[in-house]
């Protein structure tokens, strides 16, 4: 596996950098990458669905946030080293891991990153890092099309998305 894992100041560097540029220059880029990390995914029989912003945007206005800086999906934390092991497979497909720790592995394709965040089961809660949220949401899921394929989001998710986001 390349250890050429980022810093914190590369993920800034990458932010500036498409701060700079048109939005529209980055979207293809962004959905194609979703829609690559769905396929490797979905073959090698890891469940993932939407996760933060990019299921927030794409569940309100059917679109990616032209604005975000990366894309997030979920999968549970018993994949984690099923998807490390997936680095052959990345790099087949243009990706290459740039973040691995025990709350998210990152992947970059063409300067854009998408952020595999790893849930754990807590007591009551599920998540990652410092973000726990009601299993309520995570005991089952629907689904939502975009881009002519289906994703996984969790179950209620205009609910979800307003405690996750604390819209009143």
């Known amino acids: 596996m390349n250890k050429n894992l980022w810093q914190n100041q590369d993920f800034e560097k990458n932010k500036k950098y498409w701060s700079t540029k048109d939005p529209s220059e980055s979207l293809e880029i962004r959905i194609d990458n979703l829609l690559t990390i769905n396929d490797i995914l979905q ?8 996760e933060g912003q990019t299921l927030n945007h794409i569940f309100k206005n059917n679109c990616l946030d032209p ?5 997030d999906v979920g999968v549970y ?5 099923k998807i490390i092991g997936l680095d052959d497979t990345f790099n087949k497909n243009g990706f290459e891991i740039i973040r691995i720790n ?5 992947v970059c394709r063409m300067y854009r990153y998408i952020d595999i965040c790893l849930f754990k089961n807590y007591f009551l809660k599920i998540g990652y890092g ?8 995570f005991s089952k899921f629907s689904t939502l099309n975009f881009e002519n394929i289906e994703f ?9 998305l307003k405690t996750r986001y604390e819209i009143k």
């Open 102 to 106: 025990d709350s998210m592995i990152s």
């Open 67 to 71: 604005s975000d800086h990366d894309d």
């Open 130 to 137: 410092n973000k726990k949220f009601s299993k309520k949401y």
């Open 43 to 50: 073959k090698n029989n890891i469940f993932f669905f939407l």
């Open 77 to 81: 934390y018993k994949d984690r080293k």
């Open 152 to 160: 996984k989001i969790p179950n209620n998710a205009e609910e979800f």
